[in-house]
């Protein structure tokens, strides 16, 4: 930015007064969130403020320039990134060298010989527009990703693997794989790294000099990174989640930054700074599919941008993206009529955000002059939805087994015949036996299975149900204290009476409406 464009950043105190102090430390307390960033943007005017603490362990105070993983608001950099590279026209379509890249490419024109996919109409006509817009057909499939030294390109040729549950183009579905694939489609036209595409492009512009892709970049910085912790109900003190690398995720998730430089990118948003092209500023704003039909506490539904959500706020258009990662959460919102914009991050995963939207909203609706009858209760609502979870996970058996005989029978074999190394192509190796480090968190469990290879690290606790139907209950192996989803599991015996593989889905749905059904191979 040139000097005459810099924005004032006033001392917290003022929007973020003593008032506001005492709200967000007896929200922290109340959710057990050890601490959270804030930057808030007015007009002209920047406040920034840490609370809480930055390591629990080491007593370290959270600050505005405390880094702390960015998580899934990665995504509104990634998405900048390719409308950039569309609207200046600069690269050509490796397919057809006399047309130039733009948003009707099909995919496989930029990447003919990763891009594979099991649809082959999807395949040969999925744009980038499809893939940061989450139309795909594809379901999420975060589990099935990664492992040991798993780069971009490997995420994105093991998707030839992984089922399609929807047809392309009808449904949201939110999918981390295919800003994954943008990322690579990106990296492959410019011949550089995302990282660097992002900095040169967007974060050197805006003076961004706290922002980073990569979690040995940042910590070797000097800037304090933020330690990411879970709350333990039973033992009553915050635990440590360990650093992880993002490498692989990269436009899915793997920025790193302080809400002191996302303020800058707010403002450069919301200032429409040259930065990017007008018309860059204009199409990532612009809603591509609905999210969903319920408008829940808004004015209207839902609907996706690229790399943003959208839906009116008491008269008021609105864009917003959260984030979330082992230990951290993010989430970004502004309004631009009004020259407005939010930033919370935290070092505790979901509770973070949860702390982070009341603030948002409360923060907005003071800006709106919002009669206090009617704002909304966000924390009434985020307790009202972990009961309903709990319910959820207290009801999986009948939901994803609605069809139960009155008497279950028993497994074909005995428990040890199941033990052994499961493989499939897309997910790789699972291993599931009769022990674990967790073993016991459910007392149903008779089989551990155990998914250490991926991204996404992962213990699945195995209760039977009826015949070789199994519920099985995932666990992220850096928080184990409360499951995320569970599972149908089917095990399949062979002609000569072993078992032979077994079929799972992820999705919380009975088998095969969920995100895709997989059958791997018993090898061992």
Known sequence: MAEAQKPLVVPAAGLLDEEFDKLVNDLLTKWHAPGIAIAVIDGEKTWNKGYGLAKVQSNTPVTPHT???????????????????????????????????????????????????????????????????????????????????????????????????????????????????????????????????????????????????????????????????????????????????????????????????????????????????????????????????????????????????????KGHRIWNHPGGSDGFGAMVTFIPALKFGVVTMSNINLYGNIVGEALTYKLIDDKIGLAEEKRADWQGWWQEMLVKQDEVFEKAEETIFPNLPQKATEPALDVESYTGTYFHPGWRNIIISTDGPNAGRRPKAKLIADRDDATWRITGELEHVTGEFWVMYSYFKTLPVSPMDYSPVEFKIGSDGKVSGLALEFGGEPMGQGEGVFTFKKIA
């Not at 990296?187 to 550089?192: A, D, E, I």
């Not at 899915?252 to 700074?273: M, N, P, T």
């Not at 808004?298 to 609907?303: E, L, T």
Request: net charge negative; charged share 25%.
């Open 67 to 313: 880094l702390f993983y960015g998580c899934s608001t990665t995504k509104a950099f990634t998405s900048a990134a390719v409308a950039r590279l569309i609207e200046t026209g600069e690269h050509k379509n490796p397919a057809f060298p006399d047309r130039k890249v733009d948003w009707k490419t099909p995919i496989a024109d930029i990447l003919p010989d990763d891009f594979v996919l099991q649809d082959e109409w999807a395949t040969n006509h999925l744009t980038l527009e499809d893939a940061l817009t989450h139309r795909s057909g594809m379901g999420r499939h975060d589990r099935a990703y990664g492992g040991k030294d798993a780069t971009v390109k490997d995420l994105v040729r093991s998707m030839r693997h992984l089922p399609f549950n929807e047809p392309p183009r009808t449904k949201f579905q939110y999918c981390n794989l295919m800003y994954i694939t943008a990322s690579h489609a990106v990296q492959t036209l410019t011949g550089r790294g995302l990282g660097d595409v992002l900095k040169d492009w967007i974060w050197d512009p805006l003076e961004m000099n706290e922002t980073f892709f990569d979690i040995d970049d940042a910590r070797a910085a000097g800037v304090e990174v933020a330690t990411g912790h879970y709350w333990h109900p039973d033992e009553k003190v915050f635990k440590e989640v360990p650093y992880m690398s993002m490498k692989e995720v990269s436009g899915a998730g793997a920025v790193i930054s302080s809400v002191s430089d996302y303020a800058k990118w707010l403002r450069g948003l919301l200032d429409e700074h040259d930065f990017l092209p007008k018309a860059v500023h204009d199409t990532i704003k612009e809603p591509r599919i609905f999210e969903s039909s319920d408008p829940g506490k808004f004015d209207a539904p839902w609907a996706y941008a690229l790399g943003w959500s959208t839906t009116t706020y």
